[in-house]
């Protein structure tokens, strides 16, 4: 079975950094590109990061300058540095796994809450 185990999630004050964590189980993942979605009540999910396993990265426009996403040496661990939050930026955050070329998740996190006071 598939895990994937998020940290790092808070309430930090607008204009603060979080720094969010997913490992996934198993080493045959190093392939699959790794990243974010996030969820706000009453709002679609939006993708918020990505990066593949040759470490290319895709970011949504509303955080671009502000979050970087990256993963470690195994590719099964991926990492978002969160700067400059804003209370737009409160969500519950998933991590999710997409096999090479595919076009929708295959596994999800269970998710991590981020809360951004005004």
């Known amino acids: 079975q598939v895990q994937l185990v998020e940290s790092g999630g808070g309430l930090v004050q607008a204009g603060g950094s979080l720094r969010l964590s997913c490992a996934a189980s198993?080493?045959?993942?190093?392939?699959?590109?790794m990243g974010w979605y996030r969820q706000a009540p009453g709002k679609e999910r939006e993708l918020v990061a990505t990066?593949?396993?040759?470490?290319?990265?895709n970011y949504a426009d509303s955080v671009k300058g502000r979050f970087t996403i990256s993963r470690d040496n195994t590719k099964v661990s991926v990492f978002l540095q969160m700067h400059s939050l804003k209370p737009d930026d409160t969500a519950v955050y998933y991590c999710?796994?997409?096999?090479?070329?595919?076009?929708?998740?295959?596994?999800w996190g269970q998710g991590t809450q981020v809360t951004v006071s005004s």
């Open positions: 990066i593949t396993s040759d470490d290319i990265t």
């Open positions: 999710y796994l997409r096999r090479p070329f595919g076009l929708v998740a295959d596994y």
């Open positions: 198993g080493s045959r993942f190093s392939s699959y590109a």
